[in-house]
């Protein structure tokens, strides 16, 4: 009744009708009876008239019958994290188009793959095709014989992940109690694998978790092109472990994908806090040479007591990714922070546990003398916090050595102090400043700055360099201007 009453009047009774139906009648035949009836050729009696109903197969735009096992209406899902949806109005049902099979995909949330979805109904006398669009790759589509705008919701499919009840103590037991972190170590799609956009694979930092990209997702999804041309991947990882090892880890993950998907894209990574410090480990290549020269005889004990494949060995001796070609620091310690020299980090070195296993495995590869080079203390063992520490031995190891990627770098600084004398409150400007990036942008915030308006603008400005694409906000300084 109401699809030849579309016209171009969108928001209209008839068209917002018509896209209730179209949402309803996708959710109802998905999960009626099993899905039994789902994609398979129906006839539907009704008002006197037989209608045979089928599926429009997969295209470029149009997502195939049988890869979401649930769908879920857009506007069903709570904005827990998100103020401001990405909609775009149009006809259609704006669905969540939910993928969770069993046993479950590698990368896939323990909820399922998410993407949005629209679906329309087109007729043809008596006989009816339900598609299911997908606006990401186009925003228009022929419906009831005219190009027509797709109603669509961009933000719901993230926010189809639920925060835990605090996010906080979530991301102080990652710190603290590596056995007690929510997810798995590991790399997650928060979208379906498509081999025609790019990765940006995210990573955070310390006592955080991955809903801290949320929102700065949520704003780049904003941005259409950015859409077409990119994907979203995040690196969930307990903090409280040793940094190389933590950035040991996101290396074997990377791995893991191009292994699974050898045809992908090249990375683009981001890193915030010490998620920069992960990220900045995988594009410099670090060998044991360089170790000797910094630390001398501990450096060569360590070595000829461990086997070229042991997790110290492969911890603290890797290549650049070559897959990787463009990362991004927010608000990172490069050169450490000095809080983590003081009572807090003094505190906090106290309290985090360490994973049994790899408790056992440093305790069989180092000696106490090594341990007491390496963190000061006979007795500690390391943790993210001593590798935090400026006087950590790693740092002036890992930044000896030039990065083999185009980078950039967002700073926050809280506003105490003018820059170059400024910090965000937990890293100065000295530490999280870089000579030879692309651009360096100083935005007005805390150390969680990742999700800043400022922050999101500069993102997404990197991302449309990154693809040849111009861009409406102002380029950040460039590093020798941002030094003056």
Request: aromatic share 8%; hydrophobic share 40%; glycine share 8%.
């Amino acid at each position: 009744m109401t699809a030849p009453l579309l016209g171009t009047g969108i928001g209209t009774p008839a068209c917002e009708t018509y896209n209730a139906a179209c949402g309803e009648l996708t959710v109802l035949l998905r999960s009626s009876e099993g899905g039994r009836l789902w994609n398979q050729p129906l006839t539907l009696a009704g008002n006197n008239t037989t209608y045979h109903l089928r599926l429009e197969p997969a295209s470029n735009a149009v997502w195939a019958p049988n890869y979401f096992t649930s769908f879920v209406p857009a506007d069903a899902i709570k904005e827990k994290l998100i103020r401001k949806e990405n909609t775009h109005e149009g006809v259609g049902g704006a669905l969540v188009g939910v993928r969770k099979v069993d046993p479950p995909e590698k990368f896939a949330p323990r909820r399922g793959i998410t993407a949005p979805v629209t679906a329309t109904l087109d007729f043809h006398a008596t006989n009816a095709t339900l598609a299911l669009r997908r606006p990401a790759k186009q925003l228009t589509a022929t419906v009831e014989g005219k190009v027509r705008p797709l109603n669509a919701n961009f933000s719901a499919p993230i926010s189809y992940f639920p925060p835990p009840g605090s996010l906080m103590l979530v991301g102080l037991l990652g710190g603290f109690r590596a056995t007690e972190y929510s997810a798995p170590t590991g790399l997650y799609f928060l979208q379906p694998y498509d081999p025609d956009r790019i990765p940006v694979v995210f990573v955070h930092g310390l006592f955080s978790t991955p809903w801290t990209w949320v929102k700065t997702i949520n704003g780049l999804q904003a941005d259409p092109e950015i859409r077409k041309h990119y994907q979203f991947w995040i690196f969930a990882y307990p903090t409280g472990n040793p940094i190389l090892y933590s950035a040991l880890r996101l290396r074997e993950e990377l791995a893991k994908a191009d292994q699974l998907y050898p045809n992908h894209k090249p990375y683009v990574v981001v890193g915030h806090s010490m998620g920069g410090m992960l990220t900045h480990d995988q594009v410099v290549t670090v060998t044991e040479a360089m170790w000797d020269k910094s630390l001398g005889q501990v450096a060569k004990s360590i070595f000829k007591e461990n086997s070229g494949n042991s997790l110290i060995v492969r911890a603290t001796t890797f290549r650049a990714n070559p897959r990787i070609k463009r990362v991004v620091f927010i608000c990172t310690p490069h050169r450490g922070s000095d809080i983590a020299s003081n009572g807090i980090g003094k505190i906090g070195i106290s309290l985090i546990t360490l994973p049994t296993r790899l408790t056992a495995v440093i305790m069989d590869s180092l000696t106490g003398a090594d341990l007491a080079q390496l963190t000061g203390s006979s007795k500690r063992l390391p943790n993210s916090i001593t590798g935090l520490k400026p006087t950590s031995p790693a740092l002036p190891v890992i930044n000896s050595v030039p990065i083999s990627v185009p980078y950039h770098s967002i700073i926050g600084d809280r506003g105490k102090d003018h820059c170059p004398a400024c910090s965000d409150g937990v890293v100065a400007y000295w530490s999280s400043h870089l000579y030879g990036a692309q651009s360096e942008l100083i935005v007005p915030g805390p150390h969680g700055s990742c999700e800043l308006p400022q922050t999101i603008a500069e993102l997404d400005r990197i991302l449309r360099l990154h693809v040849g694409i111009r861009s409406t906000s102002k380029p950040a300084a460039n590093v020798a201007q941002a030094s003056r």
